[in-house]
């Protein structure tokens, strides 16, 4: 059956994604959310509900689960897709690993978001090394259409080839916007069919070898139609010699074609468009090097196409110091990289990016950097106060969600990956336990990380003996990533029904034998209690002390979240000592200067009443 | 035609909205539309900007120094994001008081030829009922001055298809107050 649609929408490039799963008619789609490829999953629902389609759609409860549920739908057939950040693909490499050897029967296809900048991530990691590492190909997509067009040919180059793909767009492509070509949808009817086949889904080492030596010869044969594609590999300019040309992929080729617009450089350089960076299409390469005196290889974010060019004798780029090491390569670096390539050469005399003038008068003007922050009345921020004052002097280990921002309170001293918050704790009260020193450790980490990677990591720990306090901070939703249901909150990624799990539950699975549950919003009792937990880790027979500190988000709930809002102002008695400011950190509050005491900025107050509890001098009361 | 825009404020301000009225007028107007967009940490109350290029582009970022209009919603934002702005470009700024603002930058946009062009946008939004709609009274201001290359009837068209049914007829009155407010 085909869907007839041919339009064009502006659309996100995760939107465009979504929309390329659903028109290559893929049954089931999983994911984990993750800055920047959170959009893909709720896209794919309003596609299903617009095109009125039978997907299978789920917020799996990590990114391994996700991987693994769509891999069992290809092997019965299916074709299936599973997003995630780059680096839940971390959390999903060892399936990947393995399915790469396996392989797979209906389209697989993998789409890693990467990051580079960092801009909401702990690492700046290329997942097209991931590909190289798994041996499955991958697909560099440089506009939101081209992402679209790529994932669909991405599950027929699975098909065909039994094989996953990995399809990698970077944050400027899942977050661009363009007018999109919209395609009909292409719905196969396949019924689920597993076919028993031991020696391959089962293999033991033995046939593991033989499932490596396949892998090897299909690598070879995709390499070779890579080299013959001339829809993602491509060349613009005059295809003839020159004395400078450059090979580029993914947002830095549009980048790149911009500024030689811009610039009216368009004659003479000729470009090398790579949309398959491995395998990597080598006798095309190998080609356009040898017809130019020097090549430059532009891409994001790590070497991966340089490192594979055998003979880099012409060649510049990361490898030859021309390119710097980290961070994205925004139009201005680019341009300036080009500017500094085509002066060495002699080719062109540029200027480098920016007004001189102009950075400095903004510099002298010292303004503020607007870190992000907890919002004003996030329970959050009410739950880390409460542990500072409770704890002064513990070890704060932390995990991944909007909570990182607890290190504006200082409350924060680790953030590592999901789950470590309580995997730190652990390795810290044993490093310190071993010396016979009992020092306070608090953990803290959200719902969805508790869901996503907590149970293992609390499980060993009580298991293990250690000792410290957790606080789960249950705001019953995924909210960094744009409010993602949990497994706790029991709707699935459709908004229909699923089982509730409940967190008090589950952490009693795991072994805890001191569980309390409050609203972080009354701040004296959580205090009270984290010192009462506190005894309990230090006391014969004790063990972790789990609080789970429930309230809802108020960016999600807002009507629910505040219940019995408290008024607040502030007195006279304000002297302007900056206390809540800088250890209370609500972005409702700041210092008028000109008076030295701190005002409430009403636009952004939301009544919570919990900055009460924040001034010292007793400045903060109810209205 | 070629239009690059950047929209800069702070997460909450409708930087996200406004781009959208900007890209449906692209999309109306026929042109290929590019841009880019901040999600994630920094919707925390962070810096958010948003580029968005009409006409004839590649890329979905915008380049210092080549941008052709600037409408900044926060006074600081606007400090950090004038270095997009080339020369001969205009921004239109969100300021409560624009005296405060920088003289020596002042001099320096008037050297680059760069129109500035600054009304308190909140301001005027708080007394219509919530400065939610200083996204819309800037945009319409700036369609009043007439130094923009878009025309009322095409924005308010645009404005209309993109409004929730629930704030239709108030974001079209707000609309038709920056335009006044914008007019020589």
């Not at chain 2, 007829?169 to 020589?184: A, H, Q, S, T, Y």
Request: aromatic letters at 8%; one cysteine or more.
């Amino acid at each position: 059956m085909k869907v007839a649609k041919e339009e064009t929408r502006i659309l996100l490039g995760n939107v465009a994604i979504a929309r390329g799963i659903i028109e290559a008619g893929c049954h089931v789609v999983t994911s984990y959310p993750g800055t920047p490829s959170s959009e893909i999953i709720p896209a794919v629902v309003e596609f299903k509900k617009e095109l009125g389609l039978n997907t299978y759609i789920e917020w799996s409860a990590n990114e391994k689960v996700a991987f693994d549920n769509a891999l069992a739908a290809s092997l019965t057939g299916k074709r299936a897709a599973v997003a995630m950040k780059q680096v839940g693909l971390n959390v999903a490499s060892d399936s990947l690993m393995s399915s790469a050897y396996t392989g797979v029967i209906g389209g697989m296809v993998v789409i890693s978001c990467d990051d580079p900048g960092p801009h909401s991530s702990q690492t700046e990691q290329d997942s097209r090394f991931f590909a190289m590492f798994a041996k499955v190909p991958v697909y560099d997509p440089s506009t939101p259409q081209e992402a679209k067009e790529m994932v669909k040919e991405a599950f027929e180059l699975s098909e065909t080839y039994q094989i996953p793909v990995i399809v990698r767009p970077t944050i400027r492509v899942s977050h661009a916007k363009q007018s999109v070509k919209l395609s009909p949808v292409n719905m196969l009817d396949r019924q689920a069919d597993f076919k028993k086949d031991p020696e391959r889904w089962a293999a033991t080492p033995k046939y593991r070898f033989v499932l490596h030596k396949k892998l090897n010869e299909v690598l070879k044969r995709i390499q070779e139609r890579f080299e013959d594609d001339s829809r993602w590999n491509y060349e613009v300019g005059n295809r003839g010699e020159g004395p400078f040309g450059i090979i580029t992929c993914s947002v830095s080729f549009v980048v790149l074609m911009d500024i030689l617009e811009e610039l009216n450089l368009k004659k003479n350089i000729n470009v090398l468009k790579i949309g398959t960076p491995y395998p990597l299409p080598h006798k095309r390469v190998a080609e356009f090097i040898e017809r130019h005196k020097k090549v430059l290889v532009i891409e994001e974010t790590d070497s991966v196409i340089e490192s594979q060019i055998v003979d880099k004798n012409k060649v510049l780029g990361r490898l030859s110091g021309h390119i710097p090491l980290q961070g994205d390569l925004a139009p201005d670096v680019i341009h300036d990289i080009l500017a500094s390539v085509l002066n060495e050469l002699g080719i062109a005399d540029l200027e480098e990016s920016g007004d001189e003038k102009l950075r400095k008068l903004i510099e002298g003007l010292d303004i503020d950097v607007r870190r992000p922050t907890l919002c004003a009345g996030c329970p959050e921020r009410a739950a880390f106060f409460a542990i500072k004052k409770a704890l002064p002097k513990a070890i704060y280990s932390s995990d991944i969600g909007c909570y990182t921002l607890g290190l504006n309170l200082k409350a924060v001293d680790t953030v590592l990956d999901m789950g470590a918050g309580i995997t730190l704790a652990s390795g810290f009260y044993h490093a310190y336990h071993q010396d016979k020193k009992d020092i306070p450790i608090v953990a803290t980490m959200g719902d969805s990380t508790f869901f996503h990677s907590g149970t293992a990591s609390l499980l060993s720990a009580v298991y293990n003996n250690a000792r410290f306090v957790l606080v789960i901070l249950d705001n019953e939703i995924t909210a960094m990533t744009g409010m993602q249901p949990t497994p706790g909150l029991g709707i699935t990624a459709d908004g229909s029904e699923g089982k509730k799990i409940s967190l008090e539950e589950l952490i009693k699975g795991c072994g805890v034998g001191w569980i309390e549950t409050i609203d972080p919003y009354d701040v004296e009792n959580l205090v009270k209690l984290l010192k009462k937990a506190r005894k309990y880790t230090q006391r014969s027979g004790g063990g972790i002390a789990v609080i789970v500190a429930r309230h809802p988000c108020l960016i999600r709930y807002p009507d629910v979240c505040m219940e019995s809002p408290v008024k607040v102002e502030i007195t006279d008695d304000c002297d302007g000592c900056q206390y809540c400011v800088d250890y209370f950190e609500c972005p409702a509050l700041y210092l008028r200067e000109e008076y030295n005491c701190v005002e409430i900025d009403r636009n952004l107050c939301v009544d919570c009443g919990v900055c009460i509890h924040a001034c010292p001098k007793g400045a903060i009361i109810p209205v | 035609m070629k239009v690059q825009i950047i929209l800069a404020g702070i997460g909450g301000q409708g930087i996200l909205f406004s781009s959208k009225i900007f890209s449906e007028l692209g999309l109306k107007l026929g042109l290929d539309i590019m841009g880019s967009e901040t999600h994630g940490m920094s919707q925390r109350g962070g810096s958010v900007i948003a580029h968005l290029k009409l006409g004839k582009f590649q890329s979905p970022v915008i380049r210092t120094g080549t941008a052709d209009i600037l409408y900044s919603f926060e006074e600081n934002e606007t400090y950090r994001t004038l270095k997009f702005l080339r020369r001969g470009s205009v921004c239109f700024v969100n300021l409560e008081d624009p005296g405060r603002f920088d003289q020596k930058v002042l001099d320096y946009l008037k050297e680059k030829e760069i129109t500035f062009r600054s009304f308190d946008a909140s301001g005027a939004a708080s007394k219509i009922g919530s400065v939610m709609f200083a996204n819309i009274l800037l945009i319409g201001y700036s369609v009043g001055t007439g130094l923009v290359p878009f025309n009322y009837e095409d924005l308010r068209y645009v404005l209309e298809s993109v409004s929730k049914k629930k704030n239709l007829e108030m974001n079209l009155k707000v609309f038709e107050i920056g335009v006044r407010e914008g007019k020589p």
